[in-house]
């Protein structure tokens, strides 16, 4: 068909890669044994005797793969070198940087067994909750010190960065934003995007609980959220085009609504460029961690361990920071003195109540906005 | 070649008929009627219709315009090269370029609202929703309409319209009692031609439309890699399956079109 890509080329071509790996699993070698250690078994560091001893075994591995970790993202491009930097024996593979959550969990379906299949997951809580069973647990060494509402209790996964839902805006196109239904206003015309569509993407589902807790509804009821945009629509304020830096750059989407991290990213990496400011909007918050987890059938089980302790450590933790997301044990390092002052000052003022959606909630609401939005922003 | 082609729509299909725990089942096909699935086949349809129907006139004009100029002259030969790259300009690419040139910040756009005060967007940014498709899918309808049309119009032989002049008739009976019927079924099947191609065209969309995945391909790719609507990988297949009935009918009705417009082209 000559339409670049059609869909039934792409189902085609997936089917016959599926085909055609399942053919030859077993070529790559899953058990990983380094030395007497299983490490494809091992729940915490002290299998390994001690962090040495992990080290040696991962580096024994030389390789890790990791997925879906744009390099644009609450700053994963700097922990990705320092990674690298730290271990130069451990070859990092990034599969698929754009790939969403729920991708990363059929990559490891499709590829078990391979030894191109990931070894580590970055997930957003609705995918963490469904896909328990491919995960291995494994508890970091800062594991006391993270607090219970973000982990999962065995060590499945693991909250590691996150941040309040915000609005990002340029100072030179539009007002300053105070309060949510400003947004509605005719000076924002045609200049208003949300990252994604809410039915698809963890961050646009987030914007429209956002949208809810701040227009008298609650994450027990996404309507109100719902409402909102599908006024914002017929205010002709909505513009539906995906936000990249890209179209921030060029001006076609001066208004926002992300991560309040990912704005503060688009802001540094277009310093220069554009102006750019983020507003977290004052009452309830609604914040959002995304979540660690080792694959079960990873190829590289003592590099993929090592890659969790990494990104508890202090300088990870202090990247997610420099990149605008509130690490996990951002509490404890700040009481051990370990955290960077300057940059967890200078994150946006938390709001006076902040709401997380249980799994429950978040399931309901995505029922809900799947009978509803496509219709809402029609 | 059937096991490259026919395999991979079995399994899509067949995924439509699988429950999330494995098993046999008819509930993803049945969610076919759900109103948000309908809503994305109407619009799918009537977007690829409109393109079709738009594009296969236009394109029509063309061929017809071409036909007086020299077969092998260069007109002709640039306007076939042309056509033949620009079908399939579509995607990304397309997209991009429809962003740079009518974006809310794009060339035009700006042009027209600062030296002539026309705001396009006046009530709303249209781009980057359904009636935006409209534009950028022409785009790659027109050329492929002159690919497909051109030799029909080409095997219209000179003695037909002479003997016609003969038997003393005009250039409106020459029209409408040759010309016109003899390529009805090249027009026709062009045009479902046509409407197949916008039917399951997918990245042009993706790329600009990001809100409520108002047509098929969109809902599929909804269905495979949504992380807040979790386990309707089936319904995917379900909506393939859909998609495969209305291209069936489609690529009848063309075929027999195609037999035929082929008696007149030999």
């Not at chain 1, 040696?56 to 390789?63: P, R, S």
């Not at chain 1, 006024?231 to 539906?240: I, P, Q, R, W, Y």
Request: glycine residues 10%; proline residues 5%; hydrophobic residues 50%.
């Amino acid at each position: 068909m000559p339409t670049t890509r059609t869909l039934a080329a792409t189902i085609a071509a997936t089917a016959i890669v599926a085909l055609t790996l399942t053919g030859c699993s077993g070529a790559a070698d899953a058990s990983g044994t380094a030395g007497a250690v299983d490490a494809a078994t091992a729940t915490d560091v002290s299998a390994f005797g001690d962090l040495a001893g992990l080290e040696a075994a991962a580096n024994e591995e030389g390789a890790l793969n990791v997925i879906a970790l744009p390099r644009d993202w609450a700053n994963y491009g700097a922990v990705l070198d320092l990674f690298a930097e730290k271990y130069p024996e451990i070859t990092i593979t990034e599969a698929a940087p754009d790939g969403s959550s729920a991708e990363e969990i059929q990559a490891a379906e499709n590829l078990a067994g391979q030894d191109t299949a990931p070894d580590v997951f970055d997930l957003g809580l609705a995918v963490a909750l469904s896909s328990t069973d491919q995960f291995a647990p494994y508890q970091v060494a800062g594991w006391s010190d993270i607090p219970d509402a973000l982990k999962e209790e065995s060590g499945l996964f693991v909250g590691d960065y996150g941040g309040y839902m915000a609005v990002g805006y340029d100072p030179d196109a539009v007002p300053a934003p105070k309060e949510l239904s400003d947004l509605l206003g005719d000076e924002y015309k045609g200049k208003v995007a949300i990252n994604g569509d809410p039915t698809q993407a963890g961050a646009a589902f987030a914007a429209v609980g956002m949208a809810a807790v701040q227009n008298d509804g609650s994450v027990d009821d996404f309507q109100a959220g719902i409402d909102f945009f599908s006024e914002l629509n017929a205010a002709g304020n909505f513009v539906k085009i995906d936000p990249t830096p890209a179209t921030i750059a060029s001006g076609e989407t001066p208004v926002v609504f992300d991560w309040d991290y990912l704005n503060v990213g688009y802001g540094t990496q277009l310093e220069g460029e554009r102006n750019w400011e983020v507003v977290v909007f004052p009452g309830t918050g609604y914040a959002g961690y995304y979540n660690q987890a080792i694959n079960k059938d990873a190829p590289h089980p003592a590099a993929a361990r090592l890659w969790q302790e990494f990104l508890y450590s202090d300088d990870a933790q202090n990247l997610w920071l420099a990149g605008g997301a509130r690490p996990v044990l951002a509490e404890a390092m700040a009481a051990a003195g370990t955290i960077d002052t300057d940059l967890f000052d200078a994150l946006p003022v938390v709001p006076d109540e902040t709401v997380v959606p249980t799994a429950d909630q978040s399931e309901a609401a995505a029922t809900l906005l799947g009978e509803k939005w496509a219709a809402a922003v029609q | 070649m059937l096991l490259f082609l026919a395999l991979p729509t079995l399994i899509a299909v067949g995924t439509g008929f699988v429950g999330a725990d494995g098993g046999f089942t008819l509930d993803t096909v049945a969610a076919l009627g759900d109103p948000v699935v309908l809503a994305a086949f109407g619009s799918s349809i009537w977007l690829s219709a409109l393109t079709a129907v738009i594009g296969a006139i236009v394109g029509a004009l063309v061929c017809y315009a071409l036909i007086g100029a020299p077969a092998d002259g260069a007109l002709r030969s640039t306007i076939d090269s042309l056509s033949s790259v620009l079908a399939q300009f579509g995607g990304v690419m397309l997209a991009f370029a429809f962003v740079a040139t009518i974006g809310i910040q794009g060339m035009i756009t700006v042009l027209l609202r600062d030296s002539f005060g026309i705001d396009i967007y006046a009530d709303g940014v249209w781009l980057y929703e359904l009636p935006g498709l409209v534009l950028p899918y022409i785009y790659f309808q027109v050329p492929l309409m002159v690919i497909t049309f051109m030799p029909a119009l080409v095997s219209l032989k000179t003695t037909w319209a002479e003997a016609n002049a003969t038997l003393g008739g005009t250039a409106r009976s020459y029209w409408l009692r040759i010309a016109l019927p003899v390529l009805a079924p090249s027009f026709l099947g062009s045009l479902l031609l046509l409407f197949a191609n916008a039917f399951s065209s997918y990245a042009t969309a993706a790329a600009l439309t990001s809100q409520g995945s108002q047509i098929v391909p969109l809902q599929i790719r909804s269905a495979l890699t949504s992380e807040t609507m979790l386990g309707r990988e089936n319904l995917a297949g379900a909506l393939a399956l859909g998609m495969i009935l209305v291209m069936a009918v489609v690529m009848t009705g063309y075929s027999v079109l195609q037999s035929r417009a082929a008696r007149w082209q030999r």
